[in-house]
T-cell receptor
Framework: DTAVSQTPKYLVTQMGNDKSIKCEQNLGHDTMYWYKQDSKKFLKIMFSYNNKELIINETVPNRFSPKSPDKAHLNLHINSLELGDSAVYFC??????????????FGPGTRLTVL | GENVEQHPSTLSVQEGDSAVIKCTYSDSASNYFPWYKQELGKRPQLIIDIRSNVGEKKDQRIAVTLNKTAKHFSLHITETQPEDSAVYFCAASIEGNNRLAFGKGNQVVVIP
């Protein structure tokens, strides 16, 4: 009964490759996010979708392309991977109107290592 | 946009002592301030939050205080235990706005 799930948990790949990370939430939330957490633990927002529509798009290289086929899924595709892309990527979701307004529920994270 | 500063970046305390982490924010329109705890290798999880219409909120050993005039808020952990060792993130947002501005995190180490 995992609330927010991500696959894969670990991803090791060579520079220049293209990879995808998948995220699914079964909480019925309308909004989903992607965060990047670097080695210094800083949580940086990358994208946010609300009901499949992009609402936040931070200054992220266009090699990163999010895709939301429905409001329960938000996938992240990364082209031409670079060493600096190595990080932990967290998916999260939230829903307005719950008792803990704006609480974001995070997935377990995907540790991406680019060699 | 909102800028949240968090300090100190690391904090070591003896088990049983109290720990205090302070955050400042820049946007006076922010009215929702959550704290997230991230244990080693785990996901961030909400532990307590406060809205701008109250000055303090407690939940067992943790409490959060808010000073709107000074634009800062703090997390207080009393009677610290080894399981309190984690990275703590403060954040700020405007209710109705899905964007949370996170601080850079604070590593708390509880020494047994």
């Amino acid at each position: 009964d995992t609330a927010v799930s991500q696959t894969p948990k670990y991803l090791v790949t060579q520079m220049g490759n293209d990879k995808s990370i998948k995220c699914e939430q079964n909480l019925g939330h309308d909004t989903m996010y992607w965060y990047k957490q670097d080695s210094k633990k800083f949580l940086k927002i990358m994208f946010s979708y609300n009901n499949k529509e992009l609402i936040i798009n931070e200054t992220v290289p266009n090699r990163f392309s999010p895709k939301s086929p429905d409001k329960a899924h938000l996938n992240l595709h990364i082209n031409s991977l670079e060493l600096g892309d190595s990080a932990v990527y967290f998916c999260a979701s939230s829903q307005e109107g719950l008792s803990r307004y704006n609480e974001q529920f995070f997935g377990p994270g995907t540790r991406l290592t680019v060699l | 946009g909102e800028n949240v500063e968090q300090h100190p970046s690391t904090l070591s305390v003896q088990e049983g002592d109290s720990a205090v982490i302070k955050c400042t924010y820049s946007d006076s329109a922010s009215n929702y301030f959550p704290w997230y705890k991230q244990e080693l290798g785990k996901r961030p999880q909400l532990i307590i939050d406060i809205r701008s219409n109250v000055g303090e909120k407690k939940d067992q050993r943790i409490a959060v205080t808010l000073n709107k005039t000074a634009k800062h808020f703090s997390l207080h952990i009393t009677e610290t235990q080894p399981e309190d060792s984690a990275v703590y993130f403060c954040a700020a947002s405007i209710e109705g706005n899905n964007r949370l501005a996170f601080g850079k995190g604070n590593q708390v180490v509880v020494i047994p």
